[in-house]
């Protein structure tokens, strides 16, 4: 008697979510099924190779679909490595992965359109089964010596039936009734159709039976990888990507290589145009296929490239690496570390040519993976000038939206710069607004905006770039524009008025005359080592304590050209209402806690003190 078990809920609520919301593509059934098929003989040639016992008779490794449009029935079925009774319950009862709460969660915000890549990256493919069939069979027998046939049996409705089954050859048979409503499946030309579209570079022969040739295979099976790039159109190189990636789009970048000589390895490498939904998933999982002299090894080993460059998709052909090479000896390879390099320069320079070729392409792969890309910069010594000159930044000068790379910065630099100004913060248009770059953007200098909150780190790696300094705009003394003895004369000036707002403002470390500001009146800069208030910001909401941050001060910077800072200093000067210039200097100091985007420790007095201005403003008016 066959067992009734009960699907685990979220692996229920997943195929709810599948066979309603895919239905409009539910065509992806039969690259799912295959491309299991051709999981499970991959898994088969590679596990005998070290468990002989597997092995079984020599026949060629297939995949095969019998359509019998008298009984509305379609089949696939291959010759790999099968499920035991544990493994189908396991395989097909439950989601192994971890995480598939968040999983239902990003579908639920994605775009339908989104969904068959989303599906196909999570690897749930199985399921999309029960958009076309009715009842979904499953008959395998496990290449494990001994094992007994087992057959599952569902409708799709929350159950499934596991029990003794028939079949007496090593392998999987996927058995579906097909739904009133998708008999079209069983039309030949459609699988052809189908075949061609999305299982075209399996490897494995996918064959039809039936009809009148008998046997046809339907995949032309080219290792795309192992051409000469001339012989390879774009249009191919691009099917390649999408039955590799299931991405739906064109990827933005396509890099053909083959090296030669001591080392011989050839790879087709793809950018995606946008981050792929695995990546988000699980972010340090590896983008690349290994393959053996023209046989597939893994897709799960991630030292083919170096971790900022995991966005990277493709395929790698080794012929230096022995056919049953076990993941023990890939993990310290002198092979694998120089395929590594190999890749990394290559994909670099590619990056690089990109970068000259299609900016505007450039750009939005600097949108998508520069957060990644700029990983590299701290991991890859080796590269970080390579990396550094890929980077690219909004700035002051293009304004938000617009991008401009290192090198333009140096190039676009003021004679006799030696900084390289930016300054940090959420969004390019605030920053672009901001007190902290008004006279360096009048001096005509630009200042980049760093948006990123790694962009800093990436910063203090790199110390500088093309011999000028990194410097925060936010923070240290900046020099004004105005020439030496202008401005020793207005320090004397300014000296006892700033002492005395000094006192008066226990919250800052000091007040100074500001060489940054023309338009503002007033701001904060942190010391020049502090961190600054946007790094504070972003510590407090990675939860460190407000206690544990460094008590790094704020200086308050007054505009000695403001017509209120000037006005305020001959009031102190002229010796009386020295209540109200405390109160006013108390007012320019909340502007610039404002300004900064930080918070009023206590907003209501500041309110009684803008009242009453408006008052006395409003008294004056009204006679
Ligand atoms: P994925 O292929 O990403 O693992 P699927 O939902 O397509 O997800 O399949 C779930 C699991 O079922 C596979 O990982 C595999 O263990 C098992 N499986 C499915 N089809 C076959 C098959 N034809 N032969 C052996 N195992 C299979
Ligand atoms: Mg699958």
Known sequence: MPRKIKFKAELKQMMDIIIHSLYSHKEVFLRELISNASDAIDSHRFRSLTEPELAGGDEEYRIVITADEEAGILTVEDNGIGMTREEIVVNLGTLARSGTREFLDKLKEANSKDYPELIGQFGVGFYSAFMVAAQVSVKSLSALPGSEPVEWTSSGDGEFSVGRGERRTRGTQVVLELADDSKEFLQRWRIEELVRKFSDFIEHPVVLTGGEDGQRVLNSRKAIWLRPQSEVSEEEDVEFYKHLSRDTRDPARTIHFAAEGL????????????????????PQSAGLQLYVKRVFITDDFDKLLPSYLRFVRGVVDSSDLPLNVSREMLQQNAVVEKINRGLTGKVLGSLDELKKEDRERYVEFIRQFGPI??????????????????????????????????????????????????????????????????????????????????????????????????????????????????????????????????????????????????????CLVAGEDAMGPQMERLMRRMGRDEDQLPAGGRILELNPGHPVVVKLRSLFDSGVGREKVADWARLLYEQAVIAEGSRLADPASFAKRVNSLLLSELEKDSG
């Open 263 to 282: 080392l011989e390895y050839r790879a087709i490498l793809f950018v995606p145009a946008r981050v792929p939904f695995d990546l988000l998933w699980s």
């Open 373 to 522: 890309l700029k990983e590299g910069v701290s991991a890859d010594p080796g590269n970080r000038e390579k990396i550094a000159g890929l980077l690219m930044y909004e700035s002051s000068r293009e304004g938000p939206g617009k991008y401009v790379s290192l090198d333009e910065y140096v190039d676009a630099a003021a004679e006799g710069q030696t900084e390289l100004y930016y300054l940090l913060g959420e969004d390019a248009a605030e920053l672009a607004a901001s007190p902290y770059i008004e006279s360096l953007k009048q001096a005509g200098r630009e200042v980049l905006f760093f948006t990123d909150p790694v962009d800093e780190f990436v910063a203090g790696h790199l110390g500088q770039y093309k011999k000028l300094k990194f410097r925060a705009v936010d923070r240290g003394e900046l020099e004004g524009t105005q020439d030496k003895e202008d401005k020793e004369q207005e320090s004397k000036e300014f000296e006892g008025f700033l002492e005395f707002v000094g006192d008066k403002l226990p919250e800052v470390e000091s007040v100074r005359l500001s060489g940054r500001l023309t338009g503002s009146a007033s």
